[in-house]
């Protein structure tokens, strides 16, 4: 018979020490492909090492025994040059949630345009867009300031987070775009530190 498994436990008949290699009740070669059969359903659902099948246990335990791992990458900019700046990413993802802390020097050839953006790593995208800060960003204006801001999301099924800095309206904090002049002139040694935990689904 073709095993059950893993869908439901498979039923055998066990061989009693009277039963003849021909009994026609407990026959001999059709305990063995069972067996086989059974094993071999048992080995697909265990899976090989370094098993690439997704519904395997080899698979999944790799995947918890990934998670909570802090992981270096380099983000691609929009409305910022990087050019011979310098920049420390990593991630981690836990049960869905990715968190990332960076840090960005900017470099004599570096140039901050309106409205910065960074990409999460490849391999994942943002889960859902509904609550947009999902962290903050300090910029420091090397030697004279420090400044606060807010990362956003860019939406659900997005890729890449936003940077805003944290102005002043009336009694009240705004958050505004960042640009070529705000909130300074960007210069050599100015940094970008960024600290974020957002919703992720593998793609």
């Known amino acids: 018979m073709a095993s059950n498994f893993p869908s439901s436990l498979d039923s055998f008949t066990n061989p009693?020490?009277?039963?003849?290699?021909?009994?026609?009740?407990?026959?001999?070669?059709?305990?063995?492909?069972?067996?086989?059969?059974a094993?071999?359903?048992l080995q697909a659902k265990v899976g090989a090492d370094s098993s690439a099948?997704?519904?395997?246990?080899?698979y999944k335990i790799?995947?918890?025994?990934?998670?909570?791992?802090?992981?270096?990458?380099?983000?691609?900019w929009t409305a910022l040059?990087?050019?011979?700046?310098t920049q420390a990413f990593y991630y981690s993802v836990v049960?869905?949630?990715m968190f990332?802390?960076?840090r960005l020097i900017l470099g004599s050839t570096s140039a901050v345009a309106t409205n910065p953006a960074f990409s999460i790593p490849s391999g994942y995208e943002i889960a859902y867009g509904g609550f947009p800060a999902v962290g903050h960003v300090n910029i420091r204006d090397t030697g004279t300031a420090e400044y606060i801001g807010q990362v956003k999301s860019n939406g659900t099924g997005g890729t890449s987070l936003l940077?805003?800095?944290?102005?002043?309206?009336?009694?009240?904090?705004?958050?505004?775009?960042?640009?070529v002049s705000i909130p300074m002139g960007w210069a050599a040694t100015d940094e970008i530190l960024v600290n974020v935990a957002i919703g992720v689904t593998a793609v």
């Open 163 to 179: 940077l805003k800095v944290v102005g002043a309206a009336g009694s009240y904090g705004n958050v505004t775009p960042i640009t």
């Open 62 to 76: 790799a995947a918890l025994e990934g998670q909570g791992t802090w992981t270096a990458y380099t983000p691609t």
């Open 53 to 58: 099948v997704t519904t395997s246990h080899d």
């Open 39 to 41: 094993v071999e359903a």
């Open 16 to 37: 009693s020490s009277s039963d003849a290699m021909d009994s026609v009740s407990v026959p001999h070669a059709s305990q063995h492909s069972d067996l086989n059969d």
């Open 100 to 102: 990332i802390e960076g």
């Open 95 to 97: 049960n869905g949630i």
């Open 81 to 85: 040059t990087v050019g011979n700046g």
